[in-house]
């Protein structure tokens, strides 16, 4: 198996929040004692159902999904999180209730993590963090409610174009019935949308 190294820098953590924010160099050494990195390998769980999510997870290489089975064995995708991205059950988080979900590795992913305590910490000794989490929970949100949408109005062609457009860096990094998953039809299904895009695109070239 292929080794990955462990980032033990948050770097990437602080230069994703100083898209939206300036930080100085207090805050940063705040984001590096209270943010901690871990390696999860390909397949291992990141958060399992029935236990409680503790962390907010902080992708800094690999992808994580989040995902139901159902009674019948049926995999139902949430959520991918590759690089630069947020991934964690928001409810469990902050009721300290049992998950309904998995959360687990699809690649050998580093994250950064932070805990309940250290989150609430930031939020008291520095009022912008708690902009920042507001603005991604806000946007976690309406991405929800899109997805929601999506899945009660649009066809499956509507829902992979959208995937393509949310996810393009994962198109190829994602096996068919990871995609499957996501979208709600099976592989085969999936294999014939696909296939009918590169017949379309093909015979739009001059």
Known sequence: MKQVILHTSAEP???????SFQLTDGEKELVMAKF???LFRKKQYV???????????FVVRGCLRSYKVDERGNTYILQFA????????????HSMKPTALNIDALEDTVV???????????????PKFNLIF????ENAYIRLQERILQNISSTAEERYLSFLELYP????????????????????FLS????IRTKTSKAQKP
């Open 134 to 137: 507001r603005v991604l929970v």
């Open 47 to 57: 958060l399992q159902e029935g236990n409680i999510c503790t962390h907010m997870n």
């Open 192 to 195: 014939k949308l696909r296939n």
């Open 36 to 38: 901690h990195s871990r």
């Open 13 to 19: 953590l602080i230069a994703y929040f100083e898209k």
């Open 169 to 188: 860096h994962l198109s190829n990094r994602l096996s068919q019935v990871q995609i499957a998953a996501f979208l709600g039809v099976t592989p085969e």
């Open 82 to 93: 590759s690089e630069d991205n947020w991934i964690n059950d928001l409810g469990s988080f």
């Open 112 to 126: 950064l993590q932070i805990t309940y305590d250290d989150l609430i910490y930031l939020y008291k000794h520095v």
